[in-house]
């Protein structure tokens, strides 16, 4: 059973930096595609970067330059660092993972920008 436990939100002002972390147990991450989403209240849940196991990275417009996903397979762990934060990136981030066909959440970490 896999198990993803985040840490790293908190409370910015605008222009301010996090680095969330994500600690991934229980299979082989190195074989999982990693995915970082974020919900606002009141909004769906979006996706705001992802990682293969290649490292190859995506990310959607509205975070592009600001957003880096990162891995580290020998720790199991996958980090989002957000640069350039706006009030409207406050949210509940969670961690993703899908290994062998199966999708995995973890419990979320709140991010709130200040203006």
């Known amino acids: 059973q896999v198990q993803l436990v985040e840490s790293g939100g908190g409370v910015v002002h605008t222009g301010g930096s996090l680095r969330l972390s994500c600690e991934y147990s229980g299979s082989i991450f190195s074989n999982a595609i990693m995915r970082w989403y974020r919900q606002a209240p009141g909004k769906q849940r979006e996706v705001v970067a992802i990682i293969l196991s290649s490292g190859s990275t995506n990310y959607p417009d509205s975070v592009k330059g600001r957003f880096t996903i990162s891995r580290n397979n020998r720790e199991n762990m996958v980090y989002l660092q957000m640069n350039g934060l706006k009030p409207e990136d406050t949210a509940v981030y969670y961690c993703?993972?899908?290994?062998?066909?199966?999708?995995?959440w973890g419990q979320g970490t709140q991010v709130t920008v200040s203006s």
């Open positions: 993703n993972a899908m290994e062998t066909g199966r999708t995995y």
